[in-house]
């Protein structure tokens, strides 16, 4: 006899052979399925396994052999156990009953010998080993076991997952390292970019300034493309390409050999920018020093983590707090916008894990009401985790510093796609207040707030943000593979925020497609790299 669960829960089958039941298998796919699921799972199992286990005692009895399937011996056996039956196998159901209820409120002892697994179990049971009440502990045990082997196997896939998140692919590095190369050797990769004649277009406020902070060539290639193939007016577009001095000359190699014409692209180093060098930015000794702060103070996560005390929710965000991402300067880059681009009034913001699928002109147009940033909301909407974000998600609210500074119910909003009215930012602190804040987290060895560059942001433009239509930015591709196909075709921009990103393996196979449609393929550079083969 089988038992055994469809990988989506919905099908359980037993089936026998030779009129004997010999075989119970459980199956649970552990590797696809999210923790809520697999709790789910533990909870329908331990409903169902009593009731199996009346129906297998049944069928041991009468030998009933000829149904495949659970509904049918339900069918078979239903009217005896609703009480056709004889007296005392009624009595054997109800005890049966009762002691399983009486199991709920009692604790599996410690040191109890606990079958190996479900076929063991059924092969003792056969043997009459137990009496109903042991076998019902016994089935508690085992429950309860393979719950926490569950939570552990999560806790090691998330594991697993951050340092698949964190590293970077071969083939980008590959294509990183080819395109540095190719600079030193190639005239034309080096050639000046915009070409002269463009230059006056870099500060030209008619046209649309797009402004992307990224070390990852491919990334920016995909929001480039994807951009100037949505837009109606390409010729309009500006990219202002910033990278780090590492990356430049690749950066510089790609868009120098695939321009996206008729847009205009400039790239910059963080190095050129003389407003960045200057002494006086703390931001640069301040992203040090978080790191130096970081490393002793947060450790290492995962050794010595006691899972007990520890949802896989926040275990996930204590390894994000890890991940390199959140003190880059690339990333705290975009709190100097007003300075590093003097002479422009409104920019459109974007993160490198984004699409773009519709033409973006209108967010010029968008009337900000005076606000600095034009942002998407994230405290509600359809989804209930995406978009729960209000500043208790971000903040420590147990540190009197930010429970007299801060509303916890104040809802967040999204990095990722912004439009930033630059010419009101001047007129604001914004840059004061996020550095202010910036300290007091470093005074506070990081106890105000977790993860980077969002939550000094949050604070700073504290009422300088407008909410925009969420249809303009559609976040958590790379939170969730449930994300629905439907609202991804619909949004304008969408986001793959969160650890599965698109250019790693561990990115969502179905989602993954929006964004690979826009890697040429038959570059030679992505080609020579084997990127996402
Ligand atoms: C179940 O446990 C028994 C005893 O440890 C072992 O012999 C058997 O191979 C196990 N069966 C499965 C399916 O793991
Ligand atoms: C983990 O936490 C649980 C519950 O708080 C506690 O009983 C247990 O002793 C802790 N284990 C370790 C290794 O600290
Ligand atoms: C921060 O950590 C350092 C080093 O352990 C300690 O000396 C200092 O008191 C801590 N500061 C606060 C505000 O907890
Ligand atoms: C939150 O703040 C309190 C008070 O300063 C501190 O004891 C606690 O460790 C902080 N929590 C985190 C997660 O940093
Ligand atoms: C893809 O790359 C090839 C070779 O570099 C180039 O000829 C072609 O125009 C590119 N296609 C697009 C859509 O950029």
Not at 262 to 267: D, F, K, L, S, T
Not at 353 to 358: A, E, L, M, S
Not at 403 to 424: H, K, Q, T, V
């Amino acid at each position: 006899m089988q038992l055994h669960f469809s990988p989506s829960m919905k099908s359980l089958t037993i089936s026998s052979s030779n009129g004997f039941v010999d075989l119970m298998k459980i199956k649970v796919a552990a590797r696809h399925i999210s923790y809520r699921t697999l709790f789910h799972t533990i909870l329908i199992l331990a409903f169902l396994l009593p009731f199996v286990f009346i129906l297998t005692a049944l069928v041991t009895l009468e030998g009933v052999n000829k149904c495949s399937s659970f509904d049918c011996l339900g069918r078979r056996l239903g009217p005896k156990l609703l009480g056709r039956g004889d007296d005392s196998r009624q009595r054997l159901v109800s005890e049966l009953y009762k002691n399983l209820n009486q199991v709920n409120s009692i604790e599996v002892p410690d040191g109890i010998k606990l079958p190996d697994n479900f076929t063991q179990l059924v092969s003792e049971m056969k043997s009459s080993k137990y009496n109903a009440k042991e076998f019902a502990i016994i089935l508690k045990g085992m429950m309860e076991r393979s719950e926490k082997e569950i939570r552990e196997s999560k806790f090691a896939e998330l594991v697993n997952k951050h340092f698949a998140a964190s590293s970077v692919p071969k083939g980008i590095h590959c294509l990183s390292l080819r395109l540095t190369d190719e600079y030193s050797s190639n005239a034309h990769a080096r050639r000046q970019l915009p070409s002269p004649e463009f230059l006056p277009v870099l500060s030209d406020n008619s046209y649309y300034h797009f402004i992307l902070s990224t070390d990852n060539i491919l990334a920016a290639s995909v929001v480039v493309t994807s951009a100037v193939q949505s837009s109606i007016t390409p010729e309009k577009i500006v990219f202002h390409v910033i990278t780090d001095k590492k990356t430049y000359a690749g950066m510089h190699s790609w868009f120098a050999l695939n321009p996206s014409p008729p847009a205009i692209i400039e790239v910059k180093g963080v190095h050129q920018f003389d407003w960045l060098t200057r002494d006086n930015i703390p931001v640069l000794e301040a992203v040090e020093n978080h790191n130096g702060v970081r490393n002793y103070y947060h450790g290492n996560h995962v050794v010595g983590t006691n899972l007990s005390d520890t949802t896989p929710r926040s275990f996930a965000s204590k390894l994000q707090a890890r991940s390199p991402k959140y003190i880059s300067l690339l990333n705290h880059l975009r709190i100097y916008l007003p300075e590093l681009f003097p002479n422009l009034d409104k920019v459109v913001f974007l993160d490198d894990d984004v699409v773009i699928q519709r033409d973006l002109s209108t967010l010029w147009e968008l009337d900000l009401g005076g606000k600095v940033n034009g942002a998407v909301e994230t405290c509600q909407g359809e989804d209930s985790w995406v978009m729960s974000k209000r500043f208790r998600t971000y903040f420590n609210f147990s540190h009197p510093l930010i429970a007299r500074s801060l509303d916890p119910e104040e809802c967040a909003w999204a990095y990722g796609m912004n439009i930033f009215d630059l010419r009101a930012w001047r007129k604001t602190n914004i840059r004061e207040t996020y550095h202010t804040w910036l300290k007091e987290n470093l005074k506070s060895n990081l106890t105000l707030w977790r993860l980077g560059t969002l939550p000094p942001a949050l604070i700073a433009f504290r009422g300088h943000v407008q909410p925009i239509d969420p249809s303009w930015h559609l976040l958590g591709l790379g939170y969730q593979s449930k994300t629905s196909i439907e609202s991804v075709k619909k949004a304008a921009v969408i986001h793959y925020n969160g650890q599965s990103k698109p250019w790693l393996e561990i990115g969502f196979e179905h989602l993954r497609p929006f964004w690979s449609k826009y890697v040429n393929y038959s570059n030679d550079f992505v080609k020579n790299c084997h990127i996402l083969e």
